[in-house]
């Protein structure tokens, strides 16, 4: 301290300025003792007062980064801020969300369209979020997510952070290897996971091997849109392996997508049978399957007509995938899982759970080894097997359990160790940059976590160009990390600072995670999303993102009953009414309430909920919302607004008459 107060008063050799700084120096000392007496007290050693450095984001002060992380069996998105880990939003996705009335009045027909086999469907388990991307990197414009328990595919619209769209795959009733993206977010994938006939048809488990099949599909986004376009999608037919992970290549691997798989053994279970549970007979071999897809020639296939069309939609069938050449398989050490393309998509790294390498995969010698066109051998149905040897870079000892690896933008790759619980931080051979040690594929160090971690997210780690800095460890179990909430635990979700290179790679924040299951995340800079503050004008239709011309406006608010027996209520939303507060309608209208938030202020939300007939919606400023109900039950029902929006807020109700016959 008293090195820079002399060179202050070298500066600014004024006596008034000396006396002030020495008072603040003086201020600054009894500030540094405070903390030196809390940490005693609290118990803190100085990397506690680093972390909390690192991460304490005072008010009004903006995180650097968004984590948009899957809400697993809650069915949500989960927004977070880094590295304050602070929860910022959840999105509603796969299940009703009272608070933005999802699914009670806001986003039904959305919801309804991902029902399978047109059952209600109210929950999903959101699995694996990909935030669109234009030549590898994230652009902030969209977010998709899976439902593994039935197979869907979710759009979110990052202009509002709403879902706009859930597709059912016609084919298979759960994915695993989605949601991914190719490199300008021409194609989703969506990779099946538990092999059914298609269509989840009948058919006894005894005709597995011919009846049973896996799949990837790539859905075609419409960015202009915002939407997926079915009529333009189309899926691969596979063996019935469970098909688990994808990736989509990128830069030199641009065009190719990988599968990793599990379960080549075809094992049917049975326990009760006196047969080998799942666990043992789907790992009894060696090697299961990673598969090479080149979708770009795929998708010419696709579009010279000769997909067949298998429930109302067009497969490439295995024959025709073998006669062009489409699907190529390399063998993958025990029970792998994961596959990740490196930023320059050179190398595709596997992890295998029962054994303690990653395996990296050379793109290079996968074309090498396509062109030469000579396999090791083919599989069961006839698909070729690229030789192991020929197209493998390395093996890198990581440690007991590797799951997932994400990218820095430095030269290495990070991977969870499941079984260790613990990170491990490895070279990426010497082709990454001068940072890194000489060509190699070497273990650098290793963090422990707590406990269980699944997937990891670094800062862009999945992009071509990974940001470094942060990475998340979701964490499947909690344990003695925070109070105990009765038997059912917390996830932990912890930040660690990779900022640094070689061996320091402290945890710097614990974030429990009461809510669902998170199972990945991804992480983009936050001056790439540049979501709307208000909506862009008033009347403004969420689903469309565009004017709602039957919105109702200021002064046009009425009742109005139409000769089909129908009623169309128009309704205006601001500080602190509705207009009109008396709603008349008869036992047996249907109504049509559509409602306008008025408003033009930031953060000027009303609320909608009516008793009884299980309504509930969130009205931004400038949305129209319309909510849609017969009016099957008379009686006298106070509605009301439900944010607390001003000091008037309670007054903010009206009345719902419903006359009886
Ligand atoms: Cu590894 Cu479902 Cu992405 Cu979990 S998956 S860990
Ligand atoms: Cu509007 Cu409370």
């Given at each position: 301290m008293s090195g820079r107060k002399r060179i202050w008063n070298r500066v600014r050799p004024v006596f008034a300025v000396s006396i002030a700084c020495a008072a603040s120096s003086a201020a600054h000392a009894q500030s540094m003792r405070d903390v030196e007496a809390i940490a005693k007290e609290r118990g803190l050693t100085t990397q506690d007062l680093v972390a909390a450095a690192k991460t304490y984001t005072p008010s009004g002060q903006h995180d650097d980064y968004v984590m948009f992380a899957s809400g697993g069996h809650a069915g949500q998105v989960f927004a977070v801020g880094l590295?304050?880990?602070?929860?910022l939003r959840s999105i509603a996705v796969f299940t009703p969300e009272s608070w933005q009335g999802w699914g009670f009045g806001v986003g039904n027909e959305i919801l309804e369209a991902g029902f399978p086999k047109g059952k209600p469907n109210?929950?999903?388990?959101?699995?694996h979020p990909a935030l669109s991307e234009t030549n590898g990197d994230y652009d902030g414009q969209f977010l998709f997510i899976n439902d593994k328990i039935n197979a869907r595919v979710a759009v979110i619209d990052?202009?509002?952070?709403?879902?706009?769209q859930i597709v059912k795959n016609?084919?298979?009733?759960?994915?695993?290897?989605?949601t991914f993206v190719t490199p300008n977010t021409d194609y989703i994938i969506e990779g099946g996971q538990y092999s059914v006939p298609f269509g989840s048809e009948?058919?006894?488990?005894?005709?597995y091997k011919e009846k049973y099949r896996g799949s990837v599909t790539l859905w075609k986004f419409d960015r202009k849109k915002g939407r997926i376009d079915k009529s333009k999608s189309f899926a691969l037919e596979l063996p019935p392996y469970w098909q688990d992970l994808a990736d989509a290549g990128k830069l030199?691997?641009?065009g190719y997508m990988f599968l990793n798989s599990l379960n080549t053994e075809m094992a049917t279970g049975g326990i009760e049978e006196k047969n080998p549970p799942f666990e043992a007979g789907a790992s009894r071999n060696a090697t299961d399957f990673l598969h090479i897809i080149n979708w770009k020639k795929a998708v010419k296939v696709y579009e010279a007509g000769k997909a067949e069309m298998i429930e109302g939609f067009p497969v490439i069938t295995l024959k025709t995938s073998i006669d062009e050449g489409l699907i190529y398989l390399t063998p993958e050490p025990r029970s792998p899982h994961g596959v990740d393309v490196t930023p320059k998509g050179d190398f595709m790294v596997v992890s295998g759970k029962l054994d303690p390498h990653v395996t990296v995969y050379s793109f290079d010698k996968i074309k090498k080894a396509i062109a030469s066109g000579s396999y090791s051998g083919k599989d069961d149905f006839g698909l070729p097997i690229l030789d192991f040897d020929s197209v493998v870079e390395a093996q890198v000892e990581?440690?007991?359990?590797p799951l997932h690896t994400q990218f820095g933008p430095d030269g290495y790759a990070y991977t969870s160790l499941f079984l260790d619980s613990a990170i491990a931080r490895w070279t990426?051979?010497?082709?990454?940059?001068?940072?890194?040690?000489?060509p190699d594929w070497t273990l650098v160090q290793k963090t422990p976590v707590h406990?269980?971690?699944?997937h990891i997210s670094a800062?862009?780690?999945?992009?071509?160009s990974p940001d470094g800095k942060y990475l998340v460890s979701l964490n499947k179990?909690?344990?003695?990390?925070?109070?105990?909430?009765?038997p059912l635990l917390p996830q932990n979700l912890q930040l660690l600072d990779?900022?640094?290179?070689?061996?320091n790679m402290p945890v710097i924040y614990d974030m429990p995670m009461g809510v669902g299951e998170p199972h990945y995340a991804q992480i983009i800079k936050a001056d790439k999303l540049n979501p709307w503050?208000?909506?862009?004008?008033?009347?403004?239709?969420t689903v469309e993102q565009n004017i709602d011309p039957m919105a109702p406006k200021s002064k046009m608010e009425r009742v109005q009953r139409n000769d089909d027996g129908t009623v169309d209520v128009y309704m205006t939303a601001i500080r602190s009414h509705f207009n009109p507060e008396h709603v008349k309608v008869k036992q047996g209208d249907h109504v049509r309430w559509h409602i306008t938030n008025i408003e033009r202020a930031f953060d000027a939300t009303h609320g909608f909920a009516v008793p009884v007939y299980n309504i509930t919606a969130s009205l931004e400023a400038g949305e129209t919302e319309t909510i849609e109900f017969d009016a099957d039950i008379p009686g006298t029902f106070p509605f009301y607004c439900?944010?607390?929006?001003?000091?008037l807020h309670l007054e903010m109700m009206g009345y719902l008459l419903v006359e009886p016959e």
């Open positions: 590295p304050s880990m602070r929860l109210l929950w999903g388990d959101a699995h990052l202009r509002d952070w709403e879902t706009k016609p084919l298979t009733v759960s994915d695993h290897g989605g009948y058919a006894p488990i005894s005709q030199v691997s641009d990581v440690g007991l359990g990426l051979g010497g082709s990454y940059g001068s940072s890194t040690p000489e406990y269980n971690v699944g800062a862009e780690g999945d992009t071509v179990w909690s344990v003695d990390r925070f109070l105990t909430t009765g990779i900022s640094h290179q070689g061996t503050k208000i909506y862009p004008e008033v009347g403004w239709d439900s944010e607390f929006c001003s000091a």
